[in-house]
């Protein structure tokens, strides 16, 4: 879990906590699948009208990836990720990403 707390000039601190929980599995020697769930929420900072509001939307990522072990030092992953954004005009990412891995 993160905190930061950021101090703005003529707004105050803006503040943000967030968090992940992941899992990983070995279904054999060499080849093994994760999850992981990403989540960040904001405060609230002066809106200059005399209340308050969110200084961003809440985010929330979900990733998989599987992968696999070519030998010792070399790895070869697959992941696809997903995010989300909570916001009046909702937004949505989607990635896939490769990773070779050379270990020395």
Known sequence: MILSRFEVPNVGNADSLSYFI???YKFTESLFGAL???QQFFDTVANGAGGSAAWDSRVVR???AVGY???R???LKLQYSYGHENSPAPNADHLL???LT???
């Open 36 to 38: 992981r769930w990403n």
């Open 22 to 24: 992941e899992a990983k």
């Open 62 to 64: 979900i990733d998989a």
């Open 97 to 99: 990403a490769t990773q």
């Open 102 to 104: 050379w270990r020395f």
């Open 69 to 71: 072990r070519l030998n």
């Open 73 to 75: 030092s070399l790895q």
